[in-house]
Every structure is written in structure tokens, then in C-alpha cells.
């Protein structure tokens, strides 16, 4: 079974997201773009979204999402009960943010991190898996 990516930006993250899917379709994953489909003016928000029902609703396995900053785009996609999109900025924190927090969305800031970086969060985010354990007990006191 091919693992299904849902990935999604506004304008300020298109171009990487256009990297990102070729980068992910030689890894041989199934991707859903869930937009935009232009560097042209578009609404974090409804991306964010777009790819938070996408995971909730079980179509992807996982989500990434680009914005400029990744802030906006996070907040978006964190209002989704379930949804635990986490913003990374290095292969570390994608690493720590499914080994500990089992995020199920990555968030990479289009504007401040480089290609090679991109790629190395996405490939460790797909990679790593969540420890459980005590990590779970703090995931339980999210959704409240």
C-alpha cells in the first residue's frame, strides 16, 4: 500500500510545493495537491484546511503544508481536533515532532528554509515513528 500525501500552500509556498511533489513522487508516495496551483495571491487558510480534512477523513496518511512563515498555515490546520501540524524548520524537529508529538501535518516556512532542508524534514517526518510511552499521555491532553 502506497502511502498517501496530502500537501498544500498559498502562494508564498508554491514553487517549493512544486519541488516537494516530484521530490515525493521519486520516493514513490501517492500525492494529493490540495492547491494552490499559482505563485498568484492565495489564502493560507483554505489550504490549511484542505489538507487537515484530507488527514481527518483519512484520503492521506499525512500532511504538508507550506506558507511563508509556516505560522499562518499552521494555525489553520491545528484548529482540526486531531490535527497536530507542527512547524519545522530542520530535520531535528520534523525528527522530534513524529517521534514525540506523532504530528500527523509538516509545516515547512517556504520563505526561510532551503530546498536540501525541505527535503530532508519531509524524508525524516515520513520515516520516523511515534515512541508512544510517555509521549502518548501528553498527546491524550491535546485535544481537549
Same mark, same amino acid.
Given at each position: 500500500?502506497?502511502?498517501?500525501? *496530502?500537501?498544500?500552500?498559498? #502562494? ?11 521530490? =515525493? ?7 494529493? %495537491? ?37 505560522? $499562518? ?6 484548529? #482540526?481536533? $486531531?490535527?497536530? *501540524?507542527? =512547524? ?5 524537529? *520534523? ?5 514525540h508529538n ?10 526561510y528554509i ?20 510517555? #509521549? ?6 491535546? %485535544?481537549?
Amino acid at each position: 500500500m502506497s502511502i498517501k500525501i *496530502a500537501i498544500g500552500s498559498d #502562494h508564498a509556498g508554491f514553487e517549493l510545493k512544486d519541488d516537494l511533489i516530484n521530490f =515525493l513522487k521519486l520516493q514513490k508516495y501517492t500525492v494529493i %495537491d490540495k492547491g494552490c496551483y499559482s505563485n498568484e495571491r492565495a489564502d493560507y487558510p483554505d489550504f490549511g484546511h484542505a489538507v487537515a480534512i484530507s488527514v481527518l477523513d483519512e484520503e492521506s496518511n499525512f500532511g504538508i503544508l507550506l506558507c511563508g512563515s509556516g505560522n $499562518g498555515i499552521n494555525m489553520a490546520a491545528n484548529k #482540526h481536533k $486531531g490535527i497536530r *501540524a507542527a =512547524l519545522c524548520w530542520n530535520a531535528e524537529i *520534523a525528527s522530534l515532532a513524529r517521534k514525540h508529538n506523532n504530528a500527523n501535518i509538516l509545516v515547512l516556512p517556504a520563505r526561510y528554509i532551503s530546498i536540501e532542508e525541505a527535503h530532508k524534514c519531509v524524508t525524516v517526518f515520513l520515516t520516523e515513528a511515534f515512541e508512544g510511552g510517555r #509521549h502518548q499521555d501528553r498527546i491524550t491532553k491535546i %485535544d481537549i
